[in-house]
């Protein structure tokens, strides 16, 4: 920010100025904290200028442009003796044309001096470019945010951790204007703000990219990334070549090579986020800040988007990095705050990272598990699959068998067919054949509502879809028993017994810990990871004897993971058979009684417990046997 001139009556310009001679100075001020910078006199430095540009005065060092010591010293002056004898000696109109034709250039000098001062300044003592004050954000029941305090300094990476309800997305939308806050302040480059949408804040400089990235899926890249600029590069004749050529520098900048004339709603997430990162940018952003960037990425995507994130650091941008993979956090932040019931409830430098100092002071408690497996007793087979494919060709005639009390791990990697064989055996994909058992009977699944009626219940990749944001916790909780709630037998308009609603949800909340504790709260308002468990209660509701859980602890935090592992524990000592399919290879190996690897649709190899190795699993995952 250009440092701000105000004059000042000079007592050594007054020992110079001529009789009846009105002098001024300036005074360089960069903020309250830089002080008194540079005093000069404007109308001698103004004819000096002039005087040495034709020749005529000498130049030698001089004090008469005063820094202070810890400030850099102007490299000339002009020798005040030859300029006092000339201005004693020229015409008043002479002087005052010198005076006019060079103050067009003073005024330049001026701001250059005081912003090189200022610099000089800045980086010799670091101020802050955001500051957060007691910030307090309030929803009916519950305090989402309780006095968070934060800062931020330029070219940082500040990581923000925290269990799902935190408060950590709150805080940051409250920040970026996604969301008003109730109370407290925020100071962006030393200046009150209060943003009133994201829109504004990216006016500032400070950029938000959130957790769900949403692109105008019928609009380009190169229009999503200039979305907002319509007024300034679409006028009566759109330059729209220049501003692909713009977008297509910016993706080339950040290391991606993609066309920016691909729509929106034909790339992933990947892509989505580093074209948010794009249109920072363009919009010249000083602060970006990362709601769960890496949820949806796998490991490839995600070593990319860190080193861009390492990249912007060194061009002076500034990011909030919030995410449940704190190992990831570590890799880049500079500093991490750790939030906890709302609350700042602690600070890390660099130097201090520290696991399991991190996790302890999310959790208030020690994890001396984070894999709390138990040995249980294992029963008779409750599925068994043979032979089973799909109709387009990612299901190769897979086989296994899952018992009661057992925990089936299901590992492999991205494009294996792990997904694809669990929807085709829930009815969901069209199965080419096959057959499956349910307690030694055969079945025909064709739907997944007819394996929820032989006792297979189902939790999505992507649990979203398994919940209607616009519903309340009770009514999604309830939604896949809802028949069996119902007063009397009408058919569809048949009234549900909302006493019987109500218990079965709160019972799930209790059980699970799902904040807000309050059944009525529409699952949209929800943080990621307890929407993660309502989608999970919704599943044990149905009271399946066979539950498949694909990917259940992706994209939460380190607290609820352990929590959802340790429910998985008492479901198996229920005497429920559990698939557990996982692209976390520690979690897998360390959860399962017995694991499957899935390589191109088809099962590749078995491993026990006892005899699975990381080494020997990620071999089976990638690389063909003989």
């Known amino acids: 920010m250009p440092p701000l001139i105000k004059t000042m009556d000079s007592p050594m310009a007054s020992t110079l100025r001529p ?7 300036c005074q360089f001020e960069g903020s309250q904290n830089f002080g008194l910078i540079a005093p000069v006199t404007i109308d001698i430095i103004a004819i000096a200028i002039t005087m040495l540009n034709m020749g005529i005065l000498p130049l030698t060092r001089s004090s008469s442009l005063m820094l202070k010591r810890s400030h850099p010293k102007p490299s000339w002056c002009i020798h005040l003796g030859v300029l006092n004898k000339l201005m004693l000696s020229a015409q008043p109109d002479v002087i005052s044309k010198v005076f006019n034709s060079v103050l067009r250039i003073l005024c330049m000098d001026i701001v250059a001096l005081g912003v090189a001062v200022s610099k000089a300044v800045a980086g010799s003592t670091p101020h802050p470019i955001l ?29 923000l951790v925290g269990e799902n309800g935190a408060g950590k997305s709150t805080l940051l939308k409250c920040v970026t204007g996604v969301i008003r806050r109730d109370s407290g302040r925020v100071l962006w480059m030393g200046r009150a703000v209060d943003f009133h949408s994201p829109s504004e804040a990216l006016k500032h400089g400070v950029m938000y990219v959130p957790q769900d990235i949403v692109l105008a899926k019928n609009l380009s890249i190169s229009d999503n990334i200039f979305l907002g600029m319509e007024g300034k590069s679409m006028l009566a004749t759109r330059e729209a070549h220049r501003e692909l050529s713009i977008a297509k520098q910016l993706l080339s900048e950040l290391g991606v090579d993609v066309d920016p004339q691909i729509r929106g709603g034909e790339v992933g997430a990947a892509i989505a986020q580093i074209a948010l990162i794009a249109r920072a940018l363009h919009f010249r952003a000083r602060l970006i800040a990362l709601d769960e960037p890496t949820s949806a990425l796998g490991p490839v995507e995600v070593d990319r988007l860190l080193d861009i994130m390492v ?3 060194s061009r002076g941008i500034s990011m909030i990095f919030v995410s449940h993979k704190i190992e990831e956090v570590m890799r880049v932040a500079d500093r991490i705050y750790v939030m906890r019931d709302g609350e700042i409830v602690a600070e890390f430098d660099r130097s201090r990272f520290n696991l399991n100092d991190i996790v302890k002071a999310m959790i208030a408690r020690e994890i001396r598990e984070f894999f709390p497996k138990e040995k249980v007793p294992i029963g008779e087979k409750v599925l068994e699959v043979k032979d089973l494919s799909d109709y387009y060709g990612l299901v190769k005639s897979v086989s296994f068998y899952v018992r009661r009390g057992e925990i089936l791990g299901i590992y492999g990697i991205v494009g294996s067919g792990r997904t694809e064989m669990a929807l085709t055996l829930i009815g969901y994909r069209r199965r080419r054949k096959g057959e499956v058992y349910v307690n030694g009977a055969l079945v025909n699944i064709m739907r997944p509502s007819d394996a929820l009626r032989y006792g297979i219940a189902y939790l999505p990749e992507d649990w979203r879809l398994a919940l209607v944001y616009l519903l309340s916790i009770k009514d999604n909780i309830a939604l896949p028993i809802a028949q069996t709630l119902k007063t009397v037998n009408l058919g569809l308009a048949s009234p549900i017994n909302l006493k019987s609603e109500r218990e079965l949800a709160s019972k799930f909340i209790e059980s699970l810990r799902i904040v807000p504790r309050d059944p009525y709260r529409r699952t949209m308002q929800l943080s990621g990871g307890n929407r993660q468990k309502v989608a999970l209660a919704k599943l044990l509701a149905t009271k399946a004897s066979v539950l498949i859980l694909d990917e259940p602890t992706h994209g939460i935090d380190v607290g609820t993971k352990v929590e959802i592992r340790r429910l998985m524990v008492d479901l198996a000592k229920e005497g429920k058979a559990i698939v557990l399919i996982s692209s976390e290879l520690p979690e897998v190996i360390n959860m399962s009684d017995r694991i499957l690897v899935m390589r191109e649709g088809k099962v590749v190899a078995e ?10 699993v990620v071999k089976a995952a990638i690389l063909k046997m003989g």
């Open 19 to 25: 009789k009846n001679h009105v002098s001024r100075t």
């Open 131 to 159: 500051v957060v004050e007691n910030l307090w954000k309030r929803y009916p029941g519950v305090v989402a945010v309780k006095g968070a305090s934060i800062k931020v300094f330029e070219s940082e990476i500040v990581g």
């Open 311 to 313: 990249k912007l650091r």
């Open 607 to 616: 491993f026990t417990r006892e005899r699975a190795t990381e080494e020997d």
